[in-house]
């Protein structure tokens, strides 16, 4: 089994910006995919971004050139740097693993418990 730990939410201005993580542990596992989604009162749950094991990245049109995902495979963590948030950023973010397990070479699909992040006007 693999935990996420996600952090760095909290509350910001509009305009401002925030940085976060999620920091993968316990089973070893082997990375396929890394992604953040994010849902706000009352609408479904939207893919913000993702991040492969080659490094490719993906977007959402709304947040495209103001987010950006990274990986630091040896901490094991992945990161979101939001800058210029609009309100309309407001949700709840959680981070999504596509892993592997190395023991058992089971497909996991693992999510953490999400941070919360509010802007406001």
């Known amino acids: 089994q693999v935990q996420l730990v996600e952090s760095g939410g909290g509350l910001v201005q509009a305009g401002g910006s925030l940085r976060l993580s999620c920091a993968a542990s316990?089973?070893?596992?082997?990375?396929?995919?890394m992604a953040w989604h994010r849902q706000a009162p009352g609408k479904q749950l939207e893919l913000v971004a993702e991040?492969?094991?080659?490094?490719?990245?993906t977007y959402a049109d709304s947040v495209k050139g103001r987010f950006t995902i990274s990986r630091d495979k040896a901490k094991n963590t992945v990161y979101l740097q939001m800058i210029s948030l609009r309100p309309d950023d407001t949700a709840v973010y959680y981070c999504?693993?596509?892993?592997?397990?190395?023991?058992?070479?089971?497909?996991?699909?693992?999510w953490g418990q999400g941070t919360q992040v509010t802007v406001s006007s």
């Open positions: 999504n693993l596509d892993a592997d397990d190395a023991v058992s070479a089971q497909a996991g699909d693992y």
């Open positions: 316990g089973s070893t596992f082997r990375f396929n995919a």
């Open positions: 991040i492969t094991s080659d490094g490719s990245t």
